[in-house]
């Protein structure tokens, strides 16, 4: 790729990101102008709409921060305290990772083991799959706190709980995808392989799972999406120490949007490295089986 090529991608983008930094600086000062004027300004004094924008720019508790203050903030945090600090954002950004991967990798063992029932059993593809849909139509937020309080009267706390909940979020996506996936190959296929009389476990590893394996990577960032969510959400009803969810809880009871908003951003951050993680893994083995063949 050489460097117009590179410059006409990216000029896009660059453009749709400064309108929207520009936007945001013109919400906050509207939102924050009210606030700025009875905290700061004199109600009637004498003070100008360079006065009223420097104000807005400079709340310790704005209404919506601005990006600068979200920046500085996080560069505090990472740079001022040491990292097993409950004031540093990395910390808490690791305690909601290590969650969402364990609620991400018990949903894909979940999901995978589902669809594969459901592939070889029409009796089970009729009991399960309406019961795996239907479980979607309840709310992660009126779940969460049931299941939390059911795993922590049998003694189970710290991060099993929050995963429990990501693998609620992420067994659907995977399920869905990997039968239609499974199913996904041409009749011809399966017929041919079926007059060398290959079992079925052979006729799974040869033929089902490398045809599914196109549908199986974007039902995987969905999943490690939805995971990271669920698992921001198992974090709030606990009142947990550590966790983006905490961060944000513990924002919300002293007022801090400042803080807040850290979290989210660093939610985002976190969301694009697992689904990239994801991404890299998918190029990697689909390059790597185009290659063998």
């Known amino acids: 790729m050489n460097i117009n090529s590179l410059r006409y991608r990216a000029l896009p983008i660059a453009v749709v990101m400064a309108v929207a930094i520009l936007f945001w600086y013109l919400l906050a000062i509207g939102l924050n102008a009210p606030g700025a004027i009875d905290r700061t300004l004199a109600p009637g004094g004498a003070w100008g709409w360079r006065d009223l924008v420097g104000a ?21 945090s990472l740079s001022k305290w040491p990292l097993t600090s409950p004031r540093n954002l990395l910390l808490h950004t690791w305690v909601t990772a290590s969650a969402a991967l364990t609620g991400f990798a018990m949903g894909v063992a979940l999901g995978l083991l589902l669809a594969i029932c459901i592939v070889h059993s029409r009796t089970l593809d009729k009991a399960l799959l309406p019961w795996i849909v239907a479980s979607q139509t309840v709310p992660v937020l009126a779940i969460a706190p049931i299941v939390l309080i059911i795993l922590g009267s049998l003694g189970i706390t710290g991060m099993l709980p929050k995963a429990t909940i990501a693998m609620y979020l992420c067994f659907f996506p995977v399920t869905i995808a990997t039968v239609q996936g499974l199913r996904s190959p041409p009749r011809l296929e399966m017929e041919l392989i079926h007059t060398y009389a290959a079992t079925r476990i052979d006729t799974f590893w040869m033929v089902r799972l490398p045809s599914a394996l196109p549908y199986l990577f974007p039902a995987f960032r969905v999943a490690i999406a939805s995971g990271l969510v669920g698992t921001m959400v198992a974090e709030l009803p606990t009142g947990a120490q550590a966790g983006l969810g905490a961060r944000l809880l513990t924002g919300s009871y002293y007022g801090n949007t400042i803080q807040i908003w850290s979290a989210l951003v660093m939610a985002s951050l976190l969301g694009l490295l697992l689904t990239a993680l994801v991404s890299l893994t998918e190029y990697a083995l689909m390059t790597r089986r185009k290659g063998a063949r």
């Open 56 to 76: 807005t720019m400079n709340m310790s508790r704005p209404i919506l921060p601005l990006p600068h203050q979200i920046a500085a903030d996080i560069w505090t």
